[in-house]
C-alpha cells in the first residue's frame, strides 16, 4: 500500500461513548487509531468497571421515535452512518415503553469486544495528564466530564477561556425483589408500546403477573407527596469540596431535591407528574407517581426514573423507603454527584470541532458542551469522519444544519451564544424552520414528521457526498 493508503495513525483520548464512536468510524475509513483509556490504572469519581462506553449515570438513550423525536431521529441518523455505539446499544435493549434503554454491562461489553477485535484500532491503558506530544499531528480529545486534571489544566492555560462546569447525577438502582408488588403496578404511560417492550410478554414476579407494560409505579395520595416533598426538603446534601462550591447544576439534569426545594408542585408536573397512568386498586390517577425502569437484561434491577440526587447515602434510604411500594427497598445503587466539565465551544472551537488556538486538536463529546450519551456519540461520530476526511487528504463536509447531527454540530460551534452558553440535548428547536414549497408554515402537529423527513433526506445525501474516496483496505 502506498502513504496515502497508509496514514499515521490518530490518537483518541478517553474511551468514553464519544472516544470509541471516534475511533471506530476512523477505523471504518482505514485510518489507524491509537484509543487512550486512563482506567483502570487511574480510577474516576463515577466509574465503576474498566469497559468502554461505561454507562455512569440512566441506561437510557430517550425516545427512539424517530418521526416525532429530535433524539430519536438523532437514533436513526446514526444508525445510518454505522455508529458503533447505536449498534451496541440496540443489541443490549431493554423494554422501555417508548424509550430505548439498554442492560448497561452488556452495551459496554459489546463496545469494548468491537474495538479490542478491530485491528486498526491500539487500544492503549494510559493516562494522558497534559497536552499531547507534538508529534501527535491529529488528535481527538473526548474525556467527557471527568477529563484528568493535567490535561484539562493544559487546555484550560492553551485556550485562555477555559472551561465552565456543572455537576450531573446519578440515580439510585432498587433490587426488583425488594419492590412490594401489592402497591406497585406495571404500566407505561398513556400504555405506549416501544423498542425492547411490546407489552405482550409473560411478566415474572409476584403479584405482577397480570399486568403490562414497561414502567413501574408508586402511587403517592396527596399526604404521602406532601411528607415526601417535606423529606427531600430537610435532607442533608453532599458536601461539595471547595473547588466544586458555586458550581451551576444542568438544568436538564437536576437533583430530585433540588427540584422539590423550588416549589412543593415541581416534581408532580416532572418526573413525578401522574397523568397517562391508572392505579389498579383504585380505578383512578393518583396524586402523584414514582416510575422505575428496568436497568438489567435479568430484570433484577430497576432505577428511579428522573432521581438523580446529591443527599447522603444514610439518608437516601431513609428518603426514598417514603416511597408507597419501597418501604423495605434495597438498593444495588445509590445516587451520586459528579462533577461535569465543558468548553465554551462556540467561541473555541471551529466548524469542524478543532480547537482554534491549536487545530491539531479536536474535541468530542460532553467536553463540546452536548448532553446525553447520544449527543455525546453523535459528535464522535462527527469527529471520527472530519479526522479521517483530513488524514486522507480529502475535503471535509460538514452535514446539513437540517439534520440532528448538522443542528447539533451548528448550535456547539456557532449557533449558540458564547456568552450564555450551556450544555444543550438534542431539540427540533434547533433546526431551521420548515415551509411547504408554496411558502405557507406548515401546521404545528405535521411539524415534527415534516423535519424528521427533511432531515433524513439531506442526510442521505450528505453520507453520499462524504462517503470516503480511499476506501479501507
Request: proline share 7%; glycine share 10%.
Amino acid at each position: 500500500m502506498n502513504a496515502k493508503q497508509s496514514p499515521l495513525p490518530v490518537h483518541v483520548i478517553g474511551g468514553g461513548l464519544a472516544g470509541s464512536e471516534a475511533a471506530w468510524q476512523l477505523a471504518r475509513r482505514g485510518v489507524p487509531v491509537v484509543l487512550h483509556e486512563m482506567r483502570p490504572h487511574q480510577a474516576t469519581e463515577a466509574h465503576q468497571t474498566e469497559g468502554l462506553a461505561e454507562l455512569v449515570c440512566s441506561n437510557s438513550f430517550r425516545s427512539d421515535d424517530a418521526t416525532n423525536n429530535a433524539i430519536g431521529l438523532l437514533h436513526e441518523e446514526m444508525r445510518r452512518c454505522g455508529s458503533l455505539i447505536m449498534a451496541a446499544a440496540d443489541k443490549a435493549k431493554l423494554p422501555a415503553g417508548g424509550a430505548l434503554a439498554v442492560d448497561r454491562h452488556r452495551f459496554s461489553d459489546a463496545v469494548t469486544e468491537a474495538v479490542e477485535r478491530e485491528p486498526l484500532i491500539e487500544l492503549r491503558r494510559e493516562t494522558i495528564d497534559g497536552l499531547p506530544p507534538e508529534e501527535w499531528d491529529s488528535v481527538i480529545v473526548a474525556t467527557g466530564p471527568l477529563t484528568s486534571s493535567g490535561l484539562a489544566e493544559a487546555i484550560k492555560e492553551l485556550t485562555g477561556e477555559g472551561y465552565l462546569a456543572f455537576f450531573d447525577a446519578i440515580a439510585p438502582i432498587v433490587y426488583k425483589d425488594s419492590i412490594d408488588f401489592d402497591i406497585v403496578w406495571r404500566q407505561s404511560r398513556y400504555d405506549k408500546v416501544g423498542p425492547g417492550g411490546d407489552d405482550a410478554g409473560e411478566r415474572t414476579g409476584e403479584g405482577e403477573n397480570d399486568q403490562k407494560g414497561d414502567y413501574l409505579n408508586c402511587p403517592m395520595n396527596q399526604e404521602e407527596y406532601l411528607a415526601f416533598i417535606d423529606a427531600l426538603n430537610n435532607a442533608e446534601p453532599t458536601r461539595f469540596k471547595t473547588w466544586e462550591e458555586g458550581t451551576p447544576y444542568f438544568e436538564g439534569c437536576l437533583p430530585i431535591e433540588e427540584m422539590a426545594s423550588r416549589g412543593v408542585d415541581t416534581l408532580r408536573y416532572g418526573p413525578m407528574k401522574p397523568v397517562g397512568l391508572t392505579d389498579p386498586r383504585t380505578g383512578r390517577r393518583p396524586y402523584a407517581v414514582v416510575q422505575l425502569r428496568q436497568d438489567n437484561a435479568l430484570g433484577t434491577l430497576y432505577n428511579l426514573v428522573g432521581f438523580q440526587t446529591k443527599i447522603r447515602y444514610k439518608q437516601q434510604v431513609e428518603v426514598f423507603r417514603l416511597i408507597p411500594g419501597l418501604q423495605e427497598a434495597e438498593f444495588a445503587r445509590l445516587g451520586g454527584l459528579h462533577r461535569n466539565t465543558f468548553l465554551n465551544s462556540p467561541r473555541l472551537l471551529d466548524g469542524t470541532l478543532r480547537l482554534k488556538a491549536a487545530p491539531r486538536l479536536r474535541f468530542a463529546g460532553q467536553v463540546t458542551g452536548v448532553e446525553g450519551y447520544v449527543e455525546s456519540s453523535a459528535i464522535g461520530i462527527l469527529t471520527g469522519r472530519f479526522a479521517a476526511a483530513e488524514r486522507l487528504g480529502e475535503e471535509i463536509v460538514p452535514p446539513p444544519e437540517t439534520t440532528a447531527l448538522g443542528a447539533l454540530l451548528g448550535h456547539i460551534t456557532g449557533g449558540a451564544e458564547a456568552e450564555t452558553f450551556q450544555p444543550m440535548n438534542i431539540n427540533f428547536g434547533l433546526f431551521p424552520p420548515i415551509h411547504h414549497d408554496t411558502g405557507k408554515p406548515i401546521k404545528r402537529k405535521e411539524r415534527k414528521p415534516a423535519l424528521s423527513a427533511r432531515a433524513l433526506h439531506d442526510l442521505e445525501g450528505w453520507l453520499t457526498v462524504s462517503a470516503p474516496k480511499v476506501a479501507a483496505e
